[in-house]
């Protein structure tokens, strides 16, 4: 039996974690959790998914870049996929797309998303990493 695809979700919204597990797991994927970017950096280093899915704002405004940038700094999880999906461009008005400096992700997703998306986006970057690691 091959080995499902890991998710990692990092989100301060309990309730939203909770949601998202469930439906990524009956979607067929290992999923963990995460409310903040200590434990999420904590559990990447541990589990080591495939896909991380972060929130931008949680216990401190800046803490998904924080999160992100540190993923990319950290060797073995340097080539993970990060999606990012977050309400503060809506809320502050202010886009947030991919740079390697700030905001170091594959994607960003303006909440709130659908399941259907979310499982799309998610399955959209495993199909890039495999792609990727096929060309190493």
Known sequence: ???????????????????????????????????????????????????IVLDVIMRRPDEGFILARALRAEPGLSNVRLLVLTAAGRHYQMLFEPDDLWLPVDRVLEKPVTGEELIAEISRLLAMQQSSEGRK
């Open 1 to 51: 039996m091959s080995e499902r695809p890991k998710v990692l979700l990092v989100d301060d919204d309990a309730g939203f974690l909770k949601a998202m597990s469930l439906l990524l797991e009956d979607a067929g994927y290992e999923v963990f959790t995460a409310q903040d970017g200590r434990s999420g950096l904590a559990a990447a280093m541990e589990h080591q998914p495939s896909v």
